[in-house]
């Protein structure tokens, strides 16, 4: 009860804060009106966007937008390293959404007097706050905020479900040449993957590398030892038995996931985007990694 | 002008007796086969985890259940093999193109061949494609087949008029080739992915991490084919790094000798570059510093490039698996941050 009550006065005080800062927020990017045509260069944030209502709003999106299956009608105006400045001035927007690295653009486009929303990658408090940070920005208030309380107590009951279990060092890897075990790529402990990773009650192997990612040798891999291999793709690597893929791993048969059978892949493109969708996706890989918790 | 090598030094060994040359070549192999062998041996047993040998090589545990022998055999072992056996391909390739080319900068990458491997290797990792050629996997069966087409070009343009190989046009039509197929390159990256942009870039770093002996295997048919072509030319090279009228005059059969030399190249840097990525500055800097110690008689510094080259290779993926670990550092990278600095104070030195 003692407990409960903790828990309560903390999401209370959570509450107040997300309020206090919030509010400082609008006050600062309250729109005159809401924005009616939205430029997305943003994958993730466009995935948002629908999320939270503002879908009718979006009027371009990026050439590497999938999602939702809308998106696929909509023009597409270049990315990260080639937007296309011409066309998205063309298509007179009200807001743009640009990635933090893209200062130039933002510069540009606001000499040219367009509104515009600078977005990084960061963890999940980054994707959970730059929701309501939308909503606020597009007058979406209340749905953004419903998302994201929504999204942060799904992440809570993944966490409360598996709590109590072997937290399973994992490693957790996210590309590799097809077939070999040459160019691995791993979560670091830093980022949304390994706090995903965290939600589902797995401990990563490489939370001391203080890096999104981590190239790990076979030798780095040898001596991890995890106990559970999970490798996520958004596309390709399929689970099936027998898998080539699953099959690449038995020479390093001294890793406990590998003689133990826990190397499990899961493909899907809401697996690796830190959008809307990564409640979904840490379900995934707590299904993975505690299979009996889900039973 | 830089005169670095044998290009400017006309006073040949033809008149040392045989006697001495084999006693040159004895303790030159010697020497150098005692610093390979030494590096060999050694860099197995260090690495970012320390190991126990004993556990290691004790039979009573499981192989399975044997962490340090998996760390040994299928880690490190594996990677130093593949570290000598590229350092020394492309160091004997950066000897034999620079004598043939008669052009002190020439590298195993002059001619075109890296960059038909690099086109390979990206069109895969930036299309996909699970494919494999018996041993070989996916993304090295590209690069060998991109190798071999780009050999094929420039041996086609070099050799269309007439028999002999036109060693200026070789070199304009590998330099060209380079730039054309990077365009390529520039091109397919630029319509791929930025997670595949990154591990093709990745790719041209250089890796010797390969996990297996697959890859060598697949390899070491063309490097031992490579080499023993590499066998006869040291008598040939000598003459022709004076000039093909001088080699022509004193009995060599010089388009053969040149068509020997530039196939047998492109074979030991193709299975080099398919197996690790075109690691740079080996070719360069292992030749001109064993010219340095031994001088310039082929005879003496293919064999001793060939051994250095494999003891240098090793050492610098020694450093680029232990210095930053867990991290490593792309060994290209070492190999250039070593070879770089040290080939600038050779020609500042010698001029």
Request: with cysteine; hydrophobic share 50%; glycine share 8%.
């Amino acid at each position: 009860m003692a407990a409960r009550s903790q828990k309560l006065v903390a999401l209370v005080a959570f509450a107040v804060v997300v309020f206090l800062v919030d509010a400082s927020r609008a006050q600062d990017q309250a729109p005159a009106s809401a924005p009616r045509r939205i430029v997305s260069l943003v994958p993730a944030i466009t995935e948002m966007l629908f999320a939270i209502g503002a879908g009718p709003q979006v009027i371009a999106v990026s050439s590497y937008d999938e999602f939702p299956p809308e998106v696929k009608a909509l023009p597409k105006v270049g990315a990260l390293i080639d937007p296309d400045t011409e066309r998205i001035l063309a298509l007179r927007p009200d807001l743009v959404i640009v990635y933090g690295s893209q200062s130039d653009l933002e510069k540009q486009l606001e000499r040219s007097g367009h509104r515009t929303f600078s977005y990084r990658h960061g963890g999940i408090p980054t994707v959970l706050n730059s929701i309501r940070d939308l909503g606020v920005a597009t007058g979406h208030r209340p749905e953004a905020d419903k998302l994201a309380s929504s999204l942060q107590s799904r992440l809570d009951a993944v966490r409360d479900r598996v709590k109590g279990r072997a937290q399973l060092r994992t490693m957790l890897i996210f590309e590799r040449q097809q077939g070999t075990l040459r160019d691995v790529y791993a979560s670091g402990g830093v980022g949304f993957l390994n706090e995903m990773l965290t939600f589902a009650g797995g401990r990563n192997v490489f939370a001391d590398v203080s890096r999104e990612s981590v190239q790990p040798s076979v030798e780095t891999m040898l001596a991890r030892a995890p106990e559970v291999i999970l490798e996520v793709r958004a596309s390709g690597l399929i689970e099936k038995t027998p898998s080539p893929e699953r099959d690449a791993w038995s020479a390093l048969s001294s890793i406990p996931a590998v003689r133990n059978q826990r190397v499990h892949l899961l493909t899907g493109d809401y697996l690796v985007v830190p959008g809307p969708r990564l409640a979904a996706a840490t379900e995934a890989f707590a299904r993975a990694l505690h299979p009996d918790a889900f039973k | 002008m830089i005169t670095l090598d044998s290009t400017s030094e006309s006073s040949l060994p033809r008149r040392m007796g045989r006697a001495s040359i084999r006693g040159r070549l004895l303790s030159t192999i010697i020497g150098f086969g005692t610093l390979a062998v030494v590096t060999c041996v050694l860099a197995p047993l260090v690495g970012s985890t320390s190991i126990s040998l004993t556990r290691a090589l004790d039979p009573s545990i499981p192989f399975d259940q044997n962490v340090d022998a998996q760390i040994f055999f299928v880690a490190r072992l594996p990677r130093v093999l593949a570290g000598a056996l590229v350092g020394s391909a492309l160091a004997s390739a950066g000897v034999v193109l620079q004598a043939m080319l008669r052009n002190p900068l020439a590298t195993p990458f002059t001619l075109g061949v890296s960059a038909g491997a690099s086109l390979g290797a990206m069109l895969v990792i930036i299309f996909g494609g699970a494919f494999a050629l018996g041993p070989l996997s996916a993304v090295p069966a590209a690069s060998l087949i991109g190798a071999a087409g780009a050999t094929a070009v420039v041996y086609w343009l070099a050799t269309r008029h007439g028999h002999a190989i036109s060693t200026s046009v070789l070199l304009l039509a590998g330099v060209t080739l380079n730039s054309f197929l990077s365009a390529i390159i520039m091109f397919v990256q630029y319509l791929a992915d930025f997670a595949q942009v990154y591990r093709a870039a990745r790719w041209i770093m250089g890796d010797l991490d390969i996990g297996s002996y697959d890859p060598l295997i697949a390899s070491l048919p063309l490097v031992v084919l490579a080499f023993a072509l590499f066998a006869l030319l040291p008598s040939s090279l000598n003459l022709l790094s004076v000039g093909k009228d001088a080699a022509a005059a004193r009995g060599v059969d010089v388009p053969r000798a040149q068509r020997l030399a530039f196939v047998s190249a492109s074979l030991a840097t193709a299975a080099a570059v398919s197996l690790a990525g075109p690691i740079g500055f080996v070719g360069i800097v292992v030749p001109h510093l064993v010219r340095l110690l031994v001088g310039v008689d082929h005879r003496i510094v293919l064999p001793a490039s060939a051994l250095f080259g494999a003891a240098f290779l090793v050492a610098c993926d020694l450093l680029a698996r232990t210095l930053l670990s867990p991290v490593e550092i792309p060994v290209g990278v070492v190999t250039a941050m070593i070879g770089g600095p040290f080939f600038l104070w050779l020609l500042v030195r010698k001029s």
